[in-house]
T-cell receptor
Framework: EAGVAQSPRYKIIEKRQSVAFWCNPI?????LYWYQQILGQGPKLLIQ????????DSQLPKDRFSAERLKGVDSTLKIQPAKLEDSAVYLC??????????????FGPGTRLLVL | AQSVAQPEDQVNVAEGNPLTVKCTYS??????LFWYVQYPNRGLQFLLK??????LVKGSYGFEAEFNKSQTSFHLKKPSALVSDSALYFC????????????FGPGTRLSVLP
């Protein structure tokens, strides 16, 4: 079974530029998550989708971050404009079913973003 | 809201010795507890989880964890450490009274010395 795919793996941009990250979850997984992991910290949930609907985006900085999962499969996370403090690893994860609390999340390799 | 603490930033252990990585949590309802491991430049890999039932949970790569409700702890253990176990370990919790949010601890770096 193929895992969660993310691209690009690395991105360097200057502040105020825009950037987009792509995620393809494990086939058949209904729930998709985006996390931000700042160096030295645990991952922080940005947004959670179930199919193509948003379940939780309470920690997403909506003035600059946006995400979509239009067809309920792959997803894109965008930052516009980027700030220095957005430098982090962006992790995508998926889980099989209806976002049940006991479900295991499976993570992709992440995209490492450096904002200069 | 739920929270997770991992009181040790770094744990050092000699190869072959038992290891413990500590995790304590705070929830208002019943906890769902998870351990993940992160190797350099890679995503998080699932190790094990506690949902209900037996307090001792066995997981991947010989790891196990013990759920202790009275001490609100979920410590990760392994009887005999390997150098290849050196990595960053994250404890995470979901609160069944608090929707879907999955909260991670800050991580503990485990170094297994040959």
């Amino acid at each position: 079974e193929a895992g969660v795919a993310q691209s690009p793996r690395y991105k360097i941009i200057e502040k105020r530029q825009s950037v987009a990250f792509w995620c393809n979850p494990i086939s058949g997984h209904a729930t998709l998550y985006w996390y931000q992991q700042i160096l030295g910290q645990g991952p922080k949930l940005l947004i959670q989708f179930q199919n193509n609907g948003v379940v939780d985006d309470s920690q997403l900085p909506k003035d600059r971050f946006s995400a979509e999962r239009l067809k309920g499969v792959d997803s894109t996370l965008k930052i516009q404009p980027a700030k220095l403090e957005d430098s982090a690893v962006y992790l995508c994860a998926s889980s099989p079913g209806g976002a049940g609390r006991q479900e295991t999340q499976y993570f992709g390799p992440g995209t490492r973003l450096l904002v200069l | 809201a739920q929270s997770v603490a991992q009181p040790e930033d770094q744990v050092n252990v000699a190869e072959g010795n038992p290891l413990t990585v500590k995790c304590t949590y705070s929830v208002s309802g019943n906890p769902y507890l998870f351990w993940y491991v992160q190797y350099p430049n890679r995503g998080l890999q699932f190790l094990l989880k506690y949902i209900t039932g037996d307090n001792l949970v066995k997981g991947s790569y010989g790891f196990e964890a013990e759920f202790n409700k009275s001490q609100t702890s979920f410590h990760l253990k392994k009887p005999s450490a390997l150098v290849s176990d050196s990595a960053l370990y994250f404890c995470a919790v979901r609160d069944d009274n608090y929707g879907q949010n999955f909260v991670f601890g800050p991580g503990t770096r485990l170094s297994v010395l040959p």
